[in-house]
């Protein structure tokens, strides 16, 4: 596909179980990001990647949270020991460079129940 | 610290012109961005400013003025589709590593 894709779009989960959500950027975008986005808000930096290499974590809320990308292509961000407070839209945006427009994903709905 | 302003809603007529402010202060300033949200959809590029003055775009402007911190998108003939969150974002640079700050985003309700 031509744009940016997620999975799961939707993922229920039961609080204190593990979660990994999957980015796909647009073939040759060298930057990833990950951002989380409340209803009616803007989105909230996470982390983000060039390459391979996670360039800026400094937005990820806790230690439960990591993101990795190994192959400078697919990114997993994964969600330890989830809680209540973690449900919300996660969303995937990728960039030719690091000072290019972001194109985002549909993003990831997560409820922790 | 870093810091976005935006309207959190605004109303306008089909047809006619809307403006919508951005103020910011952040260090390190590298470019501001807007973007359009549709409800339960994900943001898209609408446009980009790194140097003062006015970019156009079809229907769509952006101004930029850095020594004030202020832009603005300006949507002209408007349309029931152009109702919609538009997301002002600030490209701030530290040493190699490039951010964006958001907005809560201005909620445009577009009414016929």
Request: charged share 20%; aromatic share 12%; net charge positive.
């Amino acid at each position: 596909g031509a744009g940016v894709s997620q999975s799961p779009r939707y993922k229920v989960t039961k609080r204190g179980q593990d979660v990994a959500l999957r980015c796909d950027p647009i073939s040759g975008h060298v930057s990833l990001y990950w951002y989380r986005q409340a209803l009616g808000q803007g989105p909230e930096f996470l982390t983000y990647f060039n390459y391979e290499a996670q360039q800026d974590k400094s937005g990820l809320p806790n230690d439960r949270f990591s993101a990795e990308r190994p192959e400078g292509s697919i990114s997993t961000l994964t969600i330890q020991r989830t809680e209540q407070r973690d449900s919300a839209m996660y969303r995937c945006a990728s960039s030719w460079a690091p000072n290019n427009e972001q194109f985002f994903g549909p993003g990831t709905r997560l409820t922790v129940l | 610290g870093q810091n976005i302003d935006q309207p959190t809603e605004m109303t306008a007529t089909e047809g006619a012109i809307v403006q919508i402010n951005c103020t910011y202060q952040t260090s390190g300033f590298n470019g501001l961005f807007w973007y359009q949200q549709h409800a339960g959809e994900a943001p898209t590029f609408l446009s980009y400013n790194v140097l003062d003055g006015l970019e156009e775009k079809g229907r769509f402007s952006s101004f930029l003025s850095r020594s004030k911190g202020y832009s603005y998108l300006l949507l002209k003939e408007l349309q029931m589709k152009d109702s919609a969150s538009y997301l002002c974002a600030v490209r701030r640079r530290a040493d190699s590593n490039y951010q964006l700050i958001w907005g809560a985003g201005t909620k445009l309700i577009i009414k016929p």
